[in-house]
Protein backbone atom coordinates (compact mmCIF):
# COMPACT_ATOMS: atom_id res chain seq x y z
CA UNK A 1 0.00 0.00 0.00
CA UNK A 2 1.66 3.08 -1.11
CA UNK A 3 1.98 6.26 1.59
CA UNK A 4 -0.87 8.07 -0.07
CA UNK A 5 -3.25 5.77 0.61
CA UNK A 6 -2.18 5.36 4.13
CA UNK A 7 -2.81 9.29 4.07
CA UNK A 8 -6.08 9.13 2.74
CA UNK A 9 -7.06 5.98 5.28
CA UNK A 10 -5.85 8.34 8.04
CA UNK A 11 -7.70 11.54 7.14
CA UNK A 12 -10.83 9.52 6.51
CA UNK A 13 -10.67 8.19 10.59
CA UNK A 14 -9.64 11.72 11.54
CA UNK A 15 -12.64 13.05 9.90
CA UNK A 16 -14.71 10.34 11.12
CA UNK A 17 -13.57 10.25 15.08
CA UNK A 18 -14.05 14.90 14.76
CA UNK A 19 -17.46 14.57 13.72
CA UNK A 20 -18.02 12.18 16.76
CA UNK A 21 -17.51 15.26 18.94
CA UNK A 22 -20.19 18.09 19.77
CA UNK A 23 -20.46 20.99 19.21
CA UNK A 24 -21.22 21.97 23.04
CA UNK A 25 -18.71 21.69 25.83
CA UNK A 26 -19.22 20.06 28.97
CA UNK A 27 -18.62 23.33 30.64
CA UNK A 28 -21.30 24.98 28.22
CA UNK A 29 -24.02 22.43 28.78
CA UNK A 30 -23.48 22.52 32.64
CA UNK A 31 -23.91 26.25 32.14
CA UNK A 32 -27.29 25.93 30.54
CA UNK A 33 -28.58 23.16 33.15
CA UNK A 34 -28.12 25.28 35.72
CA UNK A 35 -29.45 28.23 34.37
CA UNK A 36 -32.64 26.04 33.77
CA UNK A 37 -33.30 24.69 36.94
CA UNK A 38 -32.53 28.43 38.24
CA UNK A 39 -35.64 29.84 36.27
CA UNK A 40 -37.81 26.85 36.94
CA UNK A 41 -36.74 27.11 40.89
CA UNK A 42 -37.77 30.70 41.07
CA UNK A 43 -41.16 31.62 42.41
CA UNK A 44 -42.82 34.61 40.41
CA UNK A 45 -45.25 36.66 42.04
CA UNK A 46 -47.92 36.50 38.96
CA UNK A 47 -51.17 38.85 39.29
CA UNK A 48 -54.17 36.94 40.62
CA UNK A 49 -57.48 38.47 40.08
CA UNK A 50 -58.71 40.10 43.53
CA UNK A 51 -62.35 37.88 43.18
CA UNK A 52 -60.58 34.90 42.44
CA UNK A 53 -61.93 31.15 44.03
CA UNK A 54 -60.90 28.50 44.88
CA UNK A 55 -60.99 26.65 41.81
CA UNK A 56 -59.20 29.79 40.12
CA UNK A 57 -56.44 29.11 42.90
CA UNK A 58 -56.50 25.26 41.91
CA UNK A 59 -55.87 26.33 38.03
CA UNK A 60 -53.06 28.55 38.79
CA UNK A 61 -51.10 26.04 40.67
CA UNK A 62 -51.75 23.64 38.08
CA UNK A 63 -50.04 26.27 35.49
CA UNK A 64 -47.14 27.14 37.93
CA UNK A 65 -46.48 24.18 40.65
CA UNK A 66 -42.56 22.86 39.64
CA UNK A 67 -42.90 19.31 40.30
CA UNK A 68 -45.81 19.31 37.52
CA UNK A 69 -42.57 20.40 34.99
CA UNK A 70 -40.18 17.95 37.08
CA UNK A 71 -43.36 15.04 36.03
CA UNK A 72 -43.69 16.44 32.46
CA UNK A 73 -39.79 16.12 31.63
CA UNK A 74 -40.09 12.85 33.24
CA UNK A 75 -42.71 11.77 30.23
CA UNK A 76 -39.94 13.72 27.84
CA UNK A 77 -36.99 12.04 29.14
CA UNK A 78 -39.25 8.08 28.37
CA UNK A 79 -40.89 9.29 25.45
CA UNK A 80 -37.27 9.89 23.51
CA UNK A 81 -36.34 6.09 25.01
CA UNK A 82 -39.23 4.90 22.55
CA UNK A 83 -36.87 5.48 19.31
CA UNK A 84 -34.27 4.43 21.07
CA UNK A 85 -35.27 0.85 21.91
CA UNK A 86 -36.78 0.45 18.51
CA UNK A 87 -33.59 1.41 16.30
CA UNK A 88 -31.49 -0.49 15.05
CA UNK A 89 -28.03 -1.17 16.70
CA UNK A 90 -25.74 0.94 14.89
CA UNK A 91 -23.58 -0.92 12.65
CA UNK A 92 -19.40 -1.48 12.64
CA UNK A 93 -16.66 -0.84 10.22
CA UNK A 94 -13.39 -2.26 10.10
CA UNK A 95 -10.22 -1.34 8.54
CA UNK A 96 -7.49 -3.59 8.23
CA UNK A 97 -3.98 -2.55 6.87
CA UNK A 98 -0.35 -4.02 7.68
CA UNK A 99 1.26 -7.25 6.65
CA UNK A 100 -1.98 -9.33 5.48
CA UNK A 101 -2.37 -12.53 3.55
CA UNK A 102 -0.83 -12.92 -0.03
CA UNK A 103 -3.56 -14.61 -2.72
CA UNK A 104 -2.98 -15.96 -6.19
CA UNK A 105 -4.02 -12.51 -7.46
CA UNK A 106 -1.64 -10.60 -5.52
CA UNK A 107 -0.03 -9.13 -1.92
CA UNK A 108 -3.58 -7.99 -0.47
CA UNK A 109 -2.69 -4.03 0.92
CA UNK A 110 -6.03 -3.21 2.99
CA UNK A 111 -9.31 -4.43 3.72
CA UNK A 112 -12.20 -2.32 4.98
CA UNK A 113 -15.63 -4.33 6.23
CA UNK A 114 -19.16 -3.14 7.14
CA UNK A 115 -21.60 -5.31 9.64
CA UNK A 116 -25.26 -4.82 10.57
CA UNK A 117 -26.89 -6.53 13.30
CA UNK A 118 -30.31 -7.21 13.14
CA UNK A 119 -32.35 -8.75 16.00
CA UNK A 120 -34.57 -11.43 15.62
CA UNK A 121 -38.56 -10.36 14.21
CA UNK A 122 -40.48 -9.04 17.23
CA UNK A 123 -37.29 -7.90 19.83
CA UNK A 124 -37.53 -4.20 18.62
CA UNK A 125 -41.06 -3.87 18.93
CA UNK A 126 -41.23 -5.14 21.98
CA UNK A 127 -38.41 -3.23 23.35
CA UNK A 128 -40.51 -0.16 22.31
CA UNK A 129 -43.79 -0.91 23.36
CA UNK A 130 -41.99 -1.29 26.84
CA UNK A 131 -40.57 2.15 26.91
CA UNK A 132 -43.93 3.52 25.37
CA UNK A 133 -45.91 2.02 28.07
CA UNK A 134 -42.89 3.16 30.73
CA UNK A 135 -43.96 6.93 29.67
CA UNK A 136 -47.47 6.58 29.33
CA UNK A 137 -47.05 5.22 33.05
CA UNK A 138 -45.17 8.57 33.84
CA UNK A 139 -48.19 10.44 32.34
CA UNK A 140 -50.25 9.23 34.83
CA UNK A 141 -48.60 9.77 37.67
CA UNK A 142 -48.42 13.57 36.44
CA UNK A 143 -52.48 13.34 36.21
CA UNK A 144 -52.34 11.83 39.09
CA UNK A 145 -49.72 14.21 41.01
CA UNK A 146 -52.22 17.02 39.32
CA UNK A 147 -54.76 15.27 41.57
CA UNK A 148 -52.70 15.20 44.74
CA UNK A 149 -51.65 19.06 44.17
CA UNK A 150 -55.56 20.75 43.41
CA UNK A 151 -56.44 18.66 46.71
CA UNK A 152 -53.86 20.27 48.59
CA UNK A 153 -54.69 23.96 47.51
CA UNK A 154 -58.11 23.21 48.66
CA UNK A 155 -57.34 21.84 51.68
CA UNK A 156 -55.06 25.31 52.35
CA UNK A 157 -57.60 27.47 50.71
CA UNK A 158 -60.15 26.03 53.41
CA UNK A 159 -57.91 26.39 56.69
CA UNK A 160 -57.01 30.23 55.21
CA UNK A 161 -60.89 30.35 55.09
CA UNK A 162 -61.21 29.47 58.57
CA UNK A 163 -58.65 31.67 60.07
CA UNK A 164 -60.11 34.69 58.29
CA UNK A 165 -63.82 33.97 59.97
CA UNK A 166 -62.51 32.86 62.99
CA UNK A 167 -60.88 36.72 63.01
CA UNK A 168 -64.13 38.16 61.72
CA UNK A 169 -66.16 36.00 64.42
CA UNK A 170 -63.52 37.29 67.55
CA UNK A 171 -63.98 41.14 66.21
CA UNK A 172 -67.77 40.87 66.29
CA UNK A 173 -67.48 39.34 69.31
CA UNK A 174 -65.09 41.83 70.29
CA UNK A 175 -67.85 44.64 69.50
CA UNK A 176 -70.39 42.41 71.43
CA UNK A 177 -68.54 42.43 74.35
CA UNK A 178 -67.70 46.21 74.49
CA UNK A 179 -71.61 46.46 74.53
CA UNK A 180 -72.27 44.61 77.19
CA UNK A 181 -69.16 46.01 78.94
CA UNK A 182 -71.06 49.32 79.25
CA UNK A 183 -74.05 47.79 80.39
CA UNK A 184 -72.65 46.26 83.54
CA UNK A 185 -70.36 49.45 84.20
CA UNK A 186 -74.07 51.58 84.19
CA UNK A 187 -75.07 48.62 86.63
CA UNK A 188 -71.92 49.06 88.23
CA UNK A 189 -72.82 52.56 89.25
CA UNK A 190 -76.35 52.31 89.76
CA UNK A 191 -75.49 49.76 92.84
CA UNK A 192 -76.84 46.82 90.85
CA UNK A 193 -73.67 45.28 89.51
CA UNK A 194 -70.39 44.34 91.02
CA UNK A 195 -66.69 44.95 90.62
CA UNK A 196 -66.56 41.00 89.84
CA UNK A 197 -68.78 41.08 86.75
CA UNK A 198 -66.15 43.75 85.57
CA UNK A 199 -63.46 41.76 86.27
CA UNK A 200 -65.34 39.08 84.61
CA UNK A 201 -66.20 40.59 81.38
CA UNK A 202 -62.54 41.98 80.91
CA UNK A 203 -61.51 38.61 81.32
CA UNK A 204 -63.38 37.52 78.44
CA UNK A 205 -62.41 40.82 76.22
CA UNK A 206 -59.15 39.27 77.06
CA UNK A 207 -59.66 36.10 75.74
CA UNK A 208 -60.98 37.57 72.34
CA UNK A 209 -57.66 39.63 72.04
CA UNK A 210 -55.71 36.45 72.33
CA UNK A 211 -57.88 34.94 69.74
CA UNK A 212 -57.37 37.68 67.64
CA UNK A 213 -53.66 37.23 68.14
CA UNK A 214 -53.80 33.12 67.19
CA UNK A 215 -56.08 34.27 64.15
CA UNK A 216 -53.69 36.69 62.76
CA UNK A 217 -50.69 34.15 62.87
CA UNK A 218 -53.08 31.29 60.94
CA UNK A 219 -54.03 33.13 58.41
CA UNK A 220 -50.63 34.32 57.95
CA UNK A 221 -49.27 30.76 58.48
CA UNK A 222 -52.22 29.29 55.75
CA UNK A 223 -51.19 32.09 53.32
CA UNK A 224 -47.48 31.67 53.43
CA UNK A 225 -48.26 27.68 52.40
CA UNK A 226 -51.04 28.51 49.41
CA UNK A 227 -48.87 30.80 48.36
CA UNK A 228 -46.39 28.04 47.96
CA UNK A 229 -48.54 25.87 46.45
CA UNK A 230 -49.01 28.55 43.78
CA UNK A 231 -45.58 28.85 43.30
CA UNK A 232 -45.36 32.73 44.60
CA UNK A 233 -43.22 34.77 46.79
CA UNK A 234 -44.02 33.81 50.98
CA UNK A 235 -45.59 37.33 50.99
CA UNK A 236 -47.16 37.93 48.19
CA UNK A 237 -51.11 38.93 48.12
CA UNK A 238 -53.82 36.84 48.40
CA UNK A 239 -57.50 37.54 47.28
CA UNK A 240 -59.77 37.21 50.24
CA UNK A 241 -61.48 33.71 50.85
CA UNK A 242 -65.14 32.81 50.47
CA UNK A 243 -67.25 30.53 51.11
CA UNK A 244 -67.92 28.66 47.34
CA UNK A 245 -70.78 26.67 47.12
CA UNK A 246 -70.94 22.56 47.12
CA UNK A 247 -72.29 20.43 44.86
CA UNK A 248 -74.33 17.74 46.13
CA UNK A 249 -72.17 14.12 45.98
CA UNK A 250 -73.23 11.58 43.65
CA UNK A 251 -74.01 8.28 44.24
CA UNK A 252 -71.50 6.61 46.37
CA UNK A 253 -71.59 3.35 43.66
CA UNK A 254 -70.87 5.42 40.76
CA UNK A 255 -68.35 7.15 42.48
CA UNK A 256 -66.36 4.10 43.53
CA UNK A 257 -66.80 3.01 40.17
CA UNK A 258 -65.84 6.12 38.25
CA UNK A 259 -62.35 6.31 40.49
CA UNK A 260 -61.67 2.20 40.01
CA UNK A 261 -61.89 2.83 36.21
CA UNK A 262 -60.54 5.79 35.58
CA UNK A 263 -58.18 7.42 38.35
CA UNK A 264 -54.70 8.42 36.87
CA UNK A 265 -53.21 6.03 39.71
CA UNK A 266 -54.72 2.71 38.41
CA UNK A 267 -53.68 3.65 34.61
CA UNK A 268 -50.23 3.84 35.80
CA UNK A 269 -49.91 0.36 37.38
CA UNK A 270 -51.73 -0.77 34.41
CA UNK A 271 -48.99 0.34 31.81
CA UNK A 272 -46.83 -0.66 34.28
CA UNK A 273 -48.33 -4.19 33.91
CA UNK A 274 -48.22 -3.54 30.31
CA UNK A 275 -44.97 -2.78 30.41
CA UNK A 276 -43.63 -5.82 31.97
CA UNK A 277 -45.94 -8.11 29.79
CA UNK A 278 -43.52 -6.45 26.54
CA UNK A 279 -41.02 -6.84 28.90
CA UNK A 280 -41.27 -10.87 29.33
CA UNK A 281 -42.22 -10.99 25.37
CA UNK A 282 -38.25 -9.91 24.72
CA UNK A 283 -37.35 -12.07 27.22
CA UNK A 284 -38.69 -14.86 25.19
CA UNK A 285 -37.61 -13.69 21.99
CA UNK A 286 -34.20 -13.34 23.45
CA UNK A 287 -33.86 -17.24 23.37
CA UNK A 288 -33.92 -16.93 19.74
CA UNK A 289 -30.70 -15.24 17.55
CA UNK A 290 -30.18 -12.30 16.11
CA UNK A 291 -28.81 -11.99 12.24
CA UNK A 292 -25.48 -10.62 11.13
CA UNK A 293 -25.04 -9.20 7.91
CA UNK A 294 -21.61 -7.71 6.40
CA UNK A 295 -19.63 -7.06 3.18
CA UNK A 296 -15.88 -6.85 3.03
CA UNK A 297 -14.00 -5.15 0.47
CA UNK A 298 -9.96 -6.29 -0.21
CA UNK A 299 -7.74 -4.47 -1.96
CA UNK A 300 -5.08 -6.10 -4.08
CA UNK A 301 -1.53 -5.07 -5.40
CA UNK A 302 -0.83 -6.08 -8.60
CA UNK A 303 2.70 -7.24 -7.45
CA UNK A 304 3.34 -10.60 -5.63
CA UNK A 305 5.50 -14.03 -5.27
CA UNK A 306 3.02 -15.66 -7.96
CA UNK A 307 3.70 -15.19 -11.80
CA UNK A 308 -0.04 -14.84 -12.21
CA UNK A 309 -0.75 -12.10 -9.65
CA UNK A 310 -3.35 -9.44 -11.80
CA UNK A 311 -3.99 -7.21 -8.45
CA UNK A 312 -7.94 -8.08 -9.15
CA UNK A 313 -9.14 -6.54 -5.91
CA UNK A 314 -11.81 -8.67 -3.95
CA UNK A 315 -15.53 -8.22 -2.70
CA UNK A 316 -17.18 -10.81 -0.03
CA UNK A 317 -20.61 -11.20 2.11
CA UNK A 318 -21.23 -12.54 5.12
CA UNK A 319 -23.88 -13.85 7.12
CA UNK A 320 -24.25 -15.04 10.41
CA UNK A 321 -26.01 -15.49 13.73
CA UNK A 322 -25.74 -14.68 17.87
CA UNK A 323 -25.53 -18.23 19.91
CA UNK A 324 -28.14 -17.53 22.26
CA UNK A 325 -26.00 -20.67 24.49
CA UNK A 326 -26.21 -18.68 27.99
CA UNK A 327 -29.96 -19.61 28.80
CA UNK A 328 -29.38 -18.82 32.78
CA UNK A 329 -29.39 -15.17 32.24
CA UNK A 330 -32.23 -15.27 29.79
CA UNK A 331 -34.39 -17.43 32.48
CA UNK A 332 -33.50 -14.77 35.08
CA UNK A 333 -35.05 -12.21 32.98
CA UNK A 334 -38.36 -14.04 32.53
CA UNK A 335 -38.31 -14.46 36.15
CA UNK A 336 -37.96 -10.64 36.64
CA UNK A 337 -40.31 -10.07 33.75
CA UNK A 338 -43.05 -12.44 35.71
CA UNK A 339 -42.30 -11.17 39.36
CA UNK A 340 -42.85 -7.92 37.59
CA UNK A 341 -46.33 -8.73 36.20
CA UNK A 342 -47.10 -10.24 39.76
CA UNK A 343 -46.24 -7.11 41.52
CA UNK A 344 -47.92 -4.67 39.16
CA UNK A 345 -51.24 -7.16 39.32
CA UNK A 346 -51.07 -6.71 43.16
CA UNK A 347 -50.23 -2.80 42.62
CA UNK A 348 -53.45 -2.68 41.04
CA UNK A 349 -55.56 -4.19 43.24
CA UNK A 350 -53.85 -2.26 45.95
CA UNK A 351 -54.79 1.00 44.13
CA UNK A 352 -58.37 -0.07 43.87
CA UNK A 353 -58.84 -1.12 47.48
CA UNK A 354 -57.67 2.35 48.73
CA UNK A 355 -59.17 4.83 46.40
CA UNK A 356 -62.80 2.79 47.49
CA UNK A 357 -61.88 3.52 50.92
CA UNK A 358 -61.13 7.02 49.90
CA UNK A 359 -64.01 7.62 48.32
CA UNK A 360 -66.59 6.32 50.80
CA UNK A 361 -64.41 8.16 53.75
CA UNK A 362 -64.66 11.55 51.78
CA UNK A 363 -68.24 10.97 50.81
CA UNK A 364 -70.00 10.18 54.04
CA UNK A 365 -67.15 12.99 55.83
CA UNK A 366 -69.16 15.20 53.11
CA UNK A 367 -72.89 14.06 53.89
CA UNK A 368 -72.58 13.98 57.60
CA UNK A 369 -71.12 18.00 57.68
CA UNK A 370 -74.21 18.87 55.27
CA UNK A 371 -76.58 17.34 58.03
CA UNK A 372 -74.21 18.91 60.59
CA UNK A 373 -74.27 22.66 58.78
CA UNK A 374 -77.91 22.07 58.22
CA UNK A 375 -78.73 21.49 62.01
CA UNK A 376 -76.55 24.08 62.94
CA UNK A 377 -78.15 26.74 60.68
CA UNK A 378 -81.75 25.50 61.37
CA UNK A 379 -81.60 24.82 65.68
CA UNK A 380 -78.74 25.77 67.22
CA UNK A 381 -77.41 28.87 66.03
CA UNK A 382 -80.63 30.35 66.00
CA UNK A 383 -81.69 28.79 69.66
CA UNK A 384 -77.95 30.00 71.26
CA UNK A 385 -78.40 33.69 70.05
CA UNK A 386 -82.35 33.57 71.25
CA UNK A 387 -80.76 32.16 74.63
CA UNK A 388 -78.06 34.89 74.53
CA UNK A 389 -80.47 37.97 74.15
CA UNK A 390 -82.90 36.80 76.39
CA UNK A 391 -80.37 36.77 79.42
CA UNK A 392 -78.79 40.05 78.23
CA UNK A 393 -82.48 41.20 78.65
CA UNK A 394 -82.63 39.49 81.98
CA UNK A 395 -79.37 40.75 83.60
CA UNK A 396 -80.25 44.48 82.99
CA UNK A 397 -83.78 43.66 84.55
CA UNK A 398 -81.94 42.53 87.30
CA UNK A 399 -83.53 38.87 87.00
CA UNK A 400 -80.47 37.15 86.35
CA UNK A 401 -76.62 37.10 86.71
CA UNK A 402 -74.33 38.11 85.16
CA UNK A 403 -72.67 34.44 84.81
CA UNK A 404 -75.54 33.49 83.23
CA UNK A 405 -75.00 36.20 80.22
CA UNK A 406 -71.41 34.94 79.85
CA UNK A 407 -72.18 31.33 79.65
CA UNK A 408 -75.12 31.77 77.18
CA UNK A 409 -72.31 34.51 75.30
CA UNK A 410 -70.03 31.63 75.26
CA UNK A 411 -72.27 28.96 73.65
CA UNK A 412 -72.25 31.18 70.90
CA UNK A 413 -69.35 32.13 70.46
CA UNK A 414 -68.40 28.13 70.01
CA UNK A 415 -71.10 27.17 67.81
CA UNK A 416 -70.33 30.08 65.51
CA UNK A 417 -66.41 29.03 65.40
CA UNK A 418 -67.82 25.39 64.90
CA UNK A 419 -70.31 26.31 62.46
CA UNK A 420 -67.11 27.80 60.12
CA UNK A 421 -65.47 24.74 61.11
CA UNK A 422 -68.57 22.66 59.76
CA UNK A 423 -68.45 24.87 56.18
CA UNK A 424 -64.43 24.40 56.12
CA UNK A 425 -64.87 20.84 56.81
CA UNK A 426 -67.40 20.15 53.98
CA UNK A 427 -65.21 21.67 51.72
CA UNK A 428 -62.16 19.61 52.48
CA UNK A 429 -64.34 16.69 52.40
CA UNK A 430 -65.31 17.80 48.65
CA UNK A 431 -62.12 17.79 48.01
CA UNK A 432 -61.17 14.20 49.50
CA UNK A 433 -63.67 13.30 47.34
CA UNK A 434 -63.09 14.94 43.62
CA UNK A 435 -59.38 14.01 44.21
CA UNK A 436 -60.02 10.62 44.52
CA UNK A 437 -62.93 9.72 42.35
CA UNK A 438 -60.56 11.86 39.97
CA UNK A 439 -62.83 14.84 39.61
CA UNK A 440 -61.42 17.62 37.30
Known amino acids: MTIKKYMRLISVLVAI ?23 QSKASNYRIPADANVEQLVSQALSHHPSLTAAQQKIDRLQAKVAQEGALPDPRARISAGNLAETAAGQIDTMAGLEQQ ?5 KRRAMALTAQKESDAARSELNSLKLQIAERVRFAYWDYYLAHQNRRISRENHEILQTVQEVVQARVKANQGTQADLLRIATEISKIDQQLITAKQQINSHKSRLNALLNRPTGSSLPLPKRSSTPSSSSLSK ?21 FEHRLQKARLDAYPDFLIGAQHAWVSNSGLSPVANGEDQTMFTLGITLPIWQKPRRAKIREAQAGIAEMQAGVAHSRAELRQRVEDAWFRAEASRKIIKLFDERLLPDARQAHELSLQSYS ?4 SFVDVLDTWRLLLTLQFQQEGNHASLGKAYASLKSAAAIH
Open 397 to 400: AGEQ
Open 17 to 39: LAGCQTSDSPKHLSSLTHELSES
Open 255 to 275: LIARAESSHPSIKANQNRLDA
Open 118 to 122: IPFPG
